[in-house]
């Protein structure tokens, strides 16, 4: 009989090409994502030693960070970061590395193209110069960001040196309230194991709540892994699964399909299988999210008051967000709302954001700002008619990129403002230097841009 | 290829903040580059702002040892942080524990991630800025100012590249059959 597997123990095995004794593992790579902010040293890095790319089949570049998010991008972006973006064009055309690059159909944020286009399949290993590579996990992928050395590895060998990380269990049990999202569980989560509570573990989502999740709600949960300093989160693949994945452009079909889903319907944890840590989450519990501070950990309840901290801890962060420990967050006037990058920027969250809009205005003095994450989804947007909903409600209807999440690309916060943004980082300056951010679902930021201050979703009514 | 590391014997930058991000350390808008080159001056480029950042303080200058709070270089994955520390001139970061990406990171570049004790850390933070310490790689031991020896784990592979100045790509690229033959098999 075999030892029972966790999905994760079952990809990583299936990738390992070499395991020398005391050395790391020799971990293959399935797909590598590239962009034009962690490459371009790697490529240097080849050509200096006089290597080639190995799999530029399994190399997939896009732009993304440092692109402006509006039209004629390439033209629009400052000389710096033109120089980089043209980087990413001659290194591509030089190893003949798909690009899907701005103004391109297939053009969008990395973590948003990958799954879209159905390059990203269940029990994939797939890196990329970027932390938030985890999102893809959700398919049941092995999926982790890397420094710019690795990627010059990959690009050499389309393998990385790796330690195996632990594993470690979420269990996200029972049904979520109104208001609550996808955003609000991982929040919560963080909030409560920490920024660095899932440091060295690769995390596995499991529960009722998670098998109700859509594709999109999963990414979402598995793109925030990272915040809580785990190595990459994963789900198991299911029916869900499968069906996002019918059709898409990379997809397997027919023949090629029926070989797939047999393999990845292997994928799921064994019963009886354990892994070294267990956090169960009480969704039923899980109010809508938002955080108040400087690291993802700082969340509360969007009804709670901003916390105390005996010994001073959170003294940095008060100070920098201009709170006070046991002031209510409700009412806290917003100068900016952001509704984008790879955690929130899918069809369903732009759905969610619209659904508090239709009919109302940003609140006057406010500016949002609307960002797909891809050309795929502005489109199915605009054929679906919501940018009409973000026009008329007085918000900006933008072209896709990583935009307000990074500051790198000319959406940005200015000192001293203070946004709701559904991105994945509220670190000081992270938005903007000087700029405050507090992090919340597309629900609860359509609803501050409605008000103008922070406030509950579940007192707008949907429509 | 990174430089070898034996042994380093420094002054401290002391930065008593937990979850000091790799925002903090070199922020996005420093990120349009395409060398590694020339990060020195991005460096905690805010919080420099501030006359009184430790950075700024005439004791960092010549500083080879920054010490930090818990869950040092949480956050994106940018390995421009430990560029810009190391063209600062650090060559270990001391602190209870480091995010993943960071550590691996850090340690492709001769900047040494150094796990201490609690009471250890506390040491270094609360030392006066004369104190110095020493950070043996071969024997992983840190010195405190107080002449107190501790032990601290790395990465045995890590290590054995640092000491002997070994590439990782070039240990990696040893594999081409077995690479070659992982391929064919799953082809």
Redesign the interface.
């Known amino acids: 009989m075999t030892t029972p597997r966790t999905l994760f123990d079952k990809v990583w095995d299936a990738h390992v090409?070499?395991e020398e004794p005391?050395?790391?593992a020799?971990l293959?790579v399935d797909l590598h994502l590239v962009h034009e902010?962690?490459s371009?040293?790697a490529f240097?890095?080849l050509r200096a030693?006089g290597l080639g790319v190995?799999r530029p089949d399994l190399t997939l570049a896009t732009m993304d960070?440092?692109t402006p998010t509006v039209k004629r991008s390439l033209q629009m972006a400052?000389p710096?970061?033109q120089?980089?973006l043209r980087?990413l064009i001659d290194n591509c055309h030089e190893f003949r590395i798909p690009l899907y690059e701005v103004g391109s159909d297939r053009n969008g944020i990395v973590h948003v193209i990958g799954p879209e286009l159905g390059r990203t399949q269940p029990g994939m290993t797939i890196v990329c110069?970027?932390?938030h590579t985890s999102t893809h996990g959700a398919f049941g992928a092995l999926a982790f960001?890397?420094?710019?050395?690795?990627v010059?590895?990959v690009l050499?060998?389309?393998?990385?040196?790796q330690?195996k990380?632990k594993s470690y269990e979420v269990r996200f049990d029972g049904r979520p309230g109104p208001g609550v999202t996808a955003k609000d569980l991982i929040l919560a989560l963080i909030a409560k194991i920490g920024?660095?509570g899932g440091?060295?573990h690769v995390m596995e989502y499991t529960g009722e709540a998670v098998r109700a999740l859509d594709m999109e709600g999963r990414m979402t949960v598995c793109n925030m892994s990272?915040?809580a300093?785990a190595?990459a989160g994963m789900i198991a693949p299911d029916d869900t699964t499968y069906q996002y994945l019918a059709g898409r452009e990379f997809a397997p079909e027919g023949r090629e399909l029926e070989v797939a889903m047999a393999h990845w319907r292997q994928l799921p944890t064994d019963e009886g299988a354990s892994y070294d840590r267990t956090v169960t989450v009480d969704v039923g519990a899980v109010e809508p999210m938002i955080t108040w501070g400087t690291?993802p950990?700082m969340g509360i309840p969007i009804t709670a008051p901003v916390p105390e901290a005996p010994n001073g801890?959170y003294d940095?962060a008060l100070s920098y967000m201009q709170l006070e420990s046991g002031k209510p967050l409700l009412g806290k006037e917003v100068d900016v709302v952001f509704v984008g990058s790879c955690t929130n920027s899918r069809i369903g969250d732009l759905r969610m954001a619209a659904s508090v809009l239709r009919g109302r205005k940003v609140k006057d003095g406010v500016r949002m700002l609307v960002v797909p994450g891809s050309h795929h989804i502005k489109k199915e947007a605009e054929a679906e008619g919501l940018h009409e909903v973000f026009l008329a409600a007085g918000a900006e209807w933008r072209e896709p990129g990583c935009s307000m999440c990074?500051?790198?690309n000319g959406d940005q916060l200015s000192p001293g403002q203070v946004a709701v943004s559904t991105s994945n980082?509220n670190?000081?300056?992270?938005q903007g230097?000087g700029g405050r951010t507090f992090l919340a679902s597309p629900l609860t930021a359509a609803a501050c841009a409605v008000t103008g201050e922070v406030t509950d979703p579940r007192t707008l009514e949907v429509r | 290829m990174p430089q070898k590391i034996t042994a380093i014997e420094s002054r401290l930058v002391r930065l008593p903040v937990a979850d000091v991000d790799t925002d903090q350390i070199i922020p996005a808008r420093y990120l349009k580059v395409t060398s590694k080159d020339g990060l020195r001056e991005c460096l905690f480029a805010d919080w420099r702002q501030d006359p009184d950042f430790v950075l700024n303080r005439p004791e960092a200058e010549g500083a080879h040892v920054l010490v930090a709070g818990d869950n040092f270089g949480c956050g994106s994955s940018r390995e421009h942080a430990p560029w810009a520390l190391v063209s600062w001139g650090f060559r270990a970061v001391v602190s209870t524990s480091f995010a993943d990406i960071f550590r691996n990171n850090a340690l492709k570049n001769g900047l040494l991630p150094v796990v201490a004790p609690e009471d250890a850390h506390r040491e270094l933070m609360e030392s006066d800025r004369a104190a110095t310490v020493t950070i043996d790689l071969r024997s992983q031991t840190l010195t405190t100012p107080s002449g107190r020896l501790v032990e601290f784990p790395v990465d045995s592979f890590a290590r054995h590249c640092l000491l002997e100045g070994i590439d990782e790509l070039g240990y990696l690229l040893s594999f081409e059959e077995r690479i070659e033959a992982h391929e064919e098999a799953r082809s």
Not at chain 1, 145 to 150: A, F, L, N
Request: net charge positive.
């Open positions: 090409v070499a005391e050395r790391p020799v293959y902010v962690t371009p040293q240097s890095g030693r190995r960070h440092s400052d710096e970061a120089a980089q980087t110069g970027d932390s960001g890397i420094g710019t050395s690795e010059e590895h050499a060998t389309q393998c990385l040196l330690r990380p920024t660095g440091t060295g990272i915040e300093g190595r690291n950990g801890a940095k990074i500051a790198m980082r670190f000081e300056g992270r230097k």
